[in-house]
DNA sequence: CAGTATCCGATGCGATACTG
DNA sequence: CAGTATCGCATCGGATACTG
């Protein structure tokens, strides 16, 4: 694919020849929405490689934007941002904003993908606004095959590891609220692109259960950081 | 190169797919500098094909990032940044900060390139400094072969296409300044890692004529718009 | 000047399987 | 769980030549 590089001095170039390179970009994304682990990482971008994953974890760490050491309790490794790392945090969130301002919509919701969607809920879910007691939310997909239809999030604020779990099993745990909608509506509600509220009334998204969960709904269900910018999209939209 | 796309709904990833593509951000970068013709767009990235180039201006217009125009009075052809387009400013301005903070100083001067950094000079130029008559300033780079080693800024304010124009072939004029360098050391100036001064005090450049422009030569180079990040580059630098 | 057309080569990357 | 090893091909894009 040529002579990798474009001959520049000039700073934009060089860090392009860097976050240019397929998957960084989404691998940054990733650590800096806390992912330490290998296969948590794998999680938050399903269609790549280990070898490439790998590869490009090597390539952050030789760059300077990561470290990777071994956590000392569980002997497993670390993946976790340097202070350059740190430093790139404004350039993938320049990225995030204008790609939710100026990127058809419709684009994003034809990249559905309910384990990737759980998988960032099960990040910013907020379990203050929740019962102080473990509650478990059955979501079901029903415009999804199947294997990957069903999802329990388990919310505990003293568990080991983080507030929230996410399973793809039935964990046997009474369900405090049921969630039943379609992939698209539950991934808009998510982008901010359509509301709880909205959702209901239109009889897209049916909740059964706790009846103030039902109602807190659209508090604890933590949305994508970009939710919150304005959506323009003057041109038509990427070709692809 | 595989699916095109990450098949992810996230902002960053669509973002990606588009800014991930070889040259786009080089390409927007001279956008922003100013360039709107094609061929001056190429003079900006010289190591592109102009079938690539028209390539990526085909996508960002598809994408409505910039627009194709047809200037009234030459019949050129005019590349514009839109709205959308130009709110991908602090994208890249993002990249070059972290660029000149973080990428080892060694890899830029590595990537040296006497027409690029003269085209980049012409483009940044501060012509007030200056005396108010024309002026012609000719660069000779020493440790460059002969073809591309003598460069002449003709600086006029009145001049219709912009108050600096370069030239590779001598243009026959009176030269009120002779700078005499090494592409290394006018390149370290450019980009803020060395001054004028320091540069002279080593020997390392020679000024010959007008002494009043020598004196300020500092204030009217105009330097590159990173110049002013303080860099910090902690890692090993980029493995290229 | 402003591109198009064509060809072909390198290689990045996906897929899959395997290991400590 | 955390990767490595291997293979093969699709495709991106570089080179060159040509045109209105």
């Given at each position: 694919m040529a002579?990798?590089?474009y001959?520049q ?9 860097v ?7 989404i691998?940054?994304?990733e650590l ?9 990482l794998?999680r ?10 790998s ?6 760490e030789e760059?300077g934007a990561?470290?990777?050491s ?7 490794p ?5 202070e350059?790392?740190?430093e790139?945090r404004?350039?993938?969130m ?9 990127l058809?919509?419709?684009l ?15 990040r ?6 929740l019962?102080q007691r ?23 604020r ?20 049921y969630?039943?909608?379609d992939?698209r ?8 692109l ?5 959702a ?15 109602r807190?709904?659209q508090?604890?269900?933590g949305?994508?950081v ?7 999209v ?7």
């Open positions: 002579a990798r590089g001959g001095f000039c700073p934009v170039a060089m860090a392009s020849e976050l240019g390179r397929r998957w960084t970009v691998l940054l994304r800096m929405a806390g992912s330490e682990r290998f296969n948590d794998r938050g971008m399903p269609l790549i490689s280990p070898a490439l994953l590869k490009r974890l090597g390539e952050l760059l990561i470290t990777r071994v956590d000392a309790a569980t002997g497993s670390r993946y976790r941002l340097t350059a790392g740190e790139l404004p350039v993938i320049a990225m995030g904003t204008w790609g939710h301002r100026w058809e919509a419709q994003s919701l034809k990249n559905l993908d309910p384990s990737l969607l759980m998988w960032d809920m099960r910013n879910l907020n379990p203050d606004p019962p473990r509650v478990t939310i059955q979501f079901l997909y029903h415009d999804v095959t199947e294997r990957r239809s069903r999802f329990w999030l388990i919310v505990d003293d568990a080991e590891d983080g507030p929230v779990d996410l399973c793809i099993r039935d964990p046997g745990q009474e369900v405090d609220l969630v039943s909608t992939l509506t539950m991934t808009a509600i998510w982008m901010g359509d509301s709880v509220r909205d209901l009334d239109r009889g897209s998204l049916q909740l059964t259960g706790d009846r103030e969960m039902q807190t709904m508090t604890w269900l949305l994508s970009f939710a919150g910018e304005t959506k323009r003057g041109g038509r939209g990427m070709s692809a």
